[in-house]
């Protein structure tokens, strides 16, 4: 379905190889996202790893506006376990990430549609940013 929407061949590899495990999950901290095994030891391994960027960054993690995605078949108290741990909140079918939806359900084509539109144009208007610029540079 992604290549049918124009995607390269490679990013449409990377994209499945990071969705097939229906075992991870992701975390997003500061417009970041982490993927990996959703169990204890990982959560725990997070854990220390959001500590290390807390101190490289020099500000507090707000876990208040962190989240926790899971797959669907995800049991709840494993999920409940987890959000616990990392003191995170569990993200629903209705959050958002950058104004899109941040769990793809039925309509992954309307918003892969409108991601792919969007990078196109942004391309698009790069493109003219630039040509804009070697003709200003040279005339």
Do not use: W
């Not at 999920?79 to 990430?97: P, V």
């Not at 769990?103 to 990078?119: A, E, F, Q, T, W």
């Not at 493109?127 to 540079?137: A, P, Q």
Request: glycine share 6%.
């Amino acid at each position: 379905m992604i290549e049918k929407l124009g995607f390269d061949n490679k990013l449409v590899s990377l994209f499945l190889e990071c969705v097939t495990s229906v075992r991870y999950r992701i975390t997003h901290a500061d417009d970041s996202y982490i993927y990996c095994q959703a169990d204890k030891e990982t959560t725990l391994k997070v854990i220390s790893m959001l500590h290390v960027y807390e101190k490289a960054l020099g500000q507090k993690l707000n876990a208040a506006k962190s989240s926790v995605f899971f797959s669907s078949n995800m049991l709840q108290e494993v999920r409940n376990d987890i959000c616990d741990t990392l003191q995170f909140h569990e993200a629903d079918e209705n959050t958002t990430y950058l104004g899109l939806p941040s769990i793809l359900g039925s309509n992954k084509n309307d918003v892969l549609g409108y991601l792919k539109d969007r990078m196109q144009k942004g391309i698009e208007g790069y493109d003219k940013k630039l040509l804009y610029k070697v003709g200003k540079k040279y005339s």
